[in-house]
T-cell receptor, first 117, second 115 residues
């Protein structure tokens, strides 16, 4: 597609429920990132995929958070046993990143606003 | 560890006046530096980046930024502000170290351009 697409745009869930957030990156982009943006803050890194594998998941806050990218394109961020503190905008980005192009910029989707009530 | 500081939560400037949004960074090695803009209910949009070479980089919508290694700064500038420039601006840094792709963002600066 023309840009990074994220669905749903808004999600309201009850505390303790499971949620999945989807990201469809720009076609041909091998790198995919998930960030979380809380109110009044800049985006915080969660996880980075190069192809199908998670190359860096050091930003995932705990084991309730998990992400997959089984075919190297679409990615799903999964949150188990949601808590009110998980409420934030979850941003996905993609870029052309392989050896020699580490300086390429990331293109962001519009985000999914998650509200846990 | 890498970090970014945007010391001003908000910057107000009159339309037609020059604007500056400040950013300082900390990174163990040499940095890649980026500016992004966020309009209400929109995703982050890339403005410009510093990779190497000239310290003054030019980007989208007439914006430019100056890399200053000694002051570890990367301030965003525009010679003449437009009302449509009003938005939230984020500075970000990435370490040049191979295999490091994690962007660290500042908290953002809200720019208001007053007609």
């Amino acid at each position: 597609g023309a840009g990074v697409s994220q669905t749903p745009s808004n999600k309201v869930t009850e505390k303790g429920k499971y949620v999945e957030l989807r990201c469809d990156p720009i076609s041909g982009h091998t790198a995919l990132y998930w960030y979380r943006q809380s109110l009044g803050q800049g985006p915080e890194f969660l996880i980075y995929f190069q192809g199908t594998g998670a190359a860096d998941d050091s930003g995932l806050p705990n084991d309730r958070f998990f992400a997959v990218r089984p075919e190297g394109s679409v990615s799903t961020l999964k949150i188990q046993r949601t808590e009110r503190g998980d409420s934030a905008v979850y941003l996905c980005a993609s870029s052309l990143t392989f050896r020699g192009t580490e300086n390429t910029e990331a293109f962001f989707g519009q985000g999914t606003r998650l509200t846990v009530v | 560890a890498q970090s970014v500081a945007q010391p001003e939560d908000q910057v107000n400037v009159a339309e037609g006046n020059p604007l500056t949004v400040k950013c300082t960074y900390s990174v163990s090695g040499n940095p890649y530096l980026f500016w992004y803009v966020q309009y209400p209910n929109r995703g982050l949009q890339f403005l410009l980046k510093y990779i190497t070479g000239d310290n003054l980089v030019k980007g989208s919508y007439g914006f430019e930024a100056e890399f200053n290694k000694s002051q570890t700064s990367f301030h965003l500038k525009k010679p003449s502000a437009l009302v449509s420039d009003s938005a939230l601006y984020f500075c970000a840094v990435r370490d040049r170290k191979a295999g490091s792709y994690q962007l660290t963002f500042g908290k953002g600066t809200k720019l208001s351009v007053i007609p």
